[in-house]
């Protein structure tokens, strides 16, 4: 094995992360515990196993037209697209969305950038236009363990963007944005949830995904979508809100009730993948994709108010591999939503735990395997690639294997 070339980068970025671990671990108060983990359907102690497996079961329903169902859809249950390898996890299902870019400024297609892929009848059915030049996938993002990301506090998430490291050169700059929280009035709190970071709490999330992925209103989104812009009323024959909210709520506590995604531990065990974690943090991966985030104190209102971080998920380590910030890494979809055209071409950090069940990688899934993602990262990764890039084969190798145990 050839020694591993590693730049001042590199060096200072190691440096930084292990001094960030230490202050992420103790953030917020003494004692803090391991996130429970697992591909198990189990609850993480937020609710009873029967409330849990009840919930579960709401979150996999599938809707009809006379529930609500469209006119335009993606999907038929909130399962359908988080599934693999249990219910709330990833799938290979994509959305498709699109606009317009003149060199300047994005338009959103008429109607949202959002195309619908199913209509309940043909003659709504969506599709891009030849005038919209911005095109892309999203992949469908897991779901296990987001009530820990929801219960970490916003200084949290600052200052893990104002430290990451030689912002000055342009090798790392995740920006925080703030977006409205549904359930508090559109309060504002920092983003989380999403390729873009649409939303910062799982109510939101849930109320936003049963629209426009269901098209189901509710009291949070009680507006119908159009057909690029044009009225669906003709086709729709169930009043709004077509759900009172309670779907909502339950879809919202099944997600706080998940465990953390957890490692292939045999496998993490090996030396090739051990090898591959030390490779990981020495050429700088964990900058963005960071190890160990304690989420907020047991007690502490977020939400704008709206919830109050329980034992279950306070005080909690978990190790997501991302830093939930929007990057610019060469691979940017174009689209802007929340954040203003400075987010047009970034995207919400991947986070790699449970990366193992996904075969189609990146926020497009068109990468599928981890060398082909990681020579994909450009923009603030530059730095990084290249130092990938001195990598021997072997030590590729055992840094595929370290991914292959998240």
């Given at each position: 094995m050839k020694p591993l070339k590693v730049s001042i980068f590199a060096f200072f970025a190691v440096v930084f992360i292990f001094?960030?671990?230490?202050?992420?671990?103790?953030?917020?108060?003494?004692?803090?515990?391991?996130?429970?983990t697992g591909f198990d359907n189990l609850t993480n102690g937020l609710v009873s196993q029967e409330v849990f497996d009840s919930d579960r079961d709401t979150f996999a329903e599938q809707e009809f037209i006379a529930d609500g169902l469209g006119p335009v859809?993606?999907?038929?249950?909130?399962?359908?697209c988080h599934q693999n390898p249990v219910t709330g996890a990833i799938s290979q299902i994509t959305e498709l969305r699109a606009g317009r870019f003149?060199?300047?400024?994005?338009?959103?297609?008429?109607?949202?950038?959002?195309?619908?892929?199913?209509?309940?009848?043909?003659?709504?059915?969506?599709?891009?236009?030849?005038?919209?030049?911005?095109?892309?996938?999203?992949?469908?993002?897991?779901?296990?363990?987001d009530g820990f990301v929801e219960a970490i506090a916003d200084n949290t998430l600052i200052a893990i963007a104002q430290q990451q490291p030689i912002q000055s050169l342009g090798f790392i700059s995740g920006q925080v944005i703030a977006v409205p929280v549904l359930e508090a009035n559109n309060a504002l709190r920092v983003a989380r949830f999403g390729w873009k970071n649409q939303h910062a709490s799982l109510v939101s999330f849930a109320a936003d995904a049963y629209l426009n992925e269901m098209g189901i209103t509710t009291p949070l989104q009680p507006v119908e979508n159009t057909s690029?812009?044009?009225?669906?009323?003709?086709?729709?024959?169930?009043?709004?809100?077509?759900?009172?909210?309670?779907?909502?709520?339950?879809?919202?506590r099944f997600m706080r009730a998940t465990k953390a995604p957890s490692r292939d531990t045999q496998l993490a065990a090996t030396p090739e993948a051990q090898a591959g974690s030390r490779i990981f943090d020495q050429i700088g991966c964990n900058v963005c994709h960071v190890r160990n985030i304690t989420t907020a104190p047991v007690g502490t209102v977020i939400n704008g108010g709206q919830f109050r971080v329980p034992p279950a998920l306070g005080n909690k380590i978990i190790h997501p591999f991302g830093d939930f910030l929007l990057h610019?890494?060469?691979?940017?979809?174009?689209?802007?939503?929340?954040?203003?055209?400075?987010?047009?071409?970034?995207m919400r950090t991947a986070p790699l735990w449970g990366v193992r069940t996904r075969n189609r990688l990146m926020h497009d899934g068109e990468s599928l395997t981890f060398n082909d993602a990681i020579l994909r990262h450009r923009g603030e990764a530059t730095a990084v690639t290249v130092l990938y890039l001195t990598l021997s084969q072997t030590q590729k190798n055992q840094l595929a294997a370290f991914l292959r145990s998240l």
């Open positions: 001094i960030s671990m230490v202050t992420y671990k103790v953030e917020g108060q003494s004692g803090p515990t391991e996130a429970p859809y993606n999907a038929q249950s909130c399962g359908e003149d060199g300047l400024n994005f338009t959103e297609a008429a109607g949202g950038s959002l195309i619908n892929d199913r209509a309940i009848h043909a003659s709504i059915q969506e599709r891009v236009a030849d005038s919209e030049n911005v095109r892309t996938f999203r992949t469908s993002l897991n779901t296990l363990g690029k812009g044009n009225s669906v009323a003709a086709f729709d024959n169930v009043a709004d809100p077509e759900d009172d909210g309670e779907d909502v709520l339950i879809f919202a610019d890494i060469g691979t940017g979809d174009g689209i802007v939503q929340n954040g203003g055209n400075s987010t047009r071409n970034k």
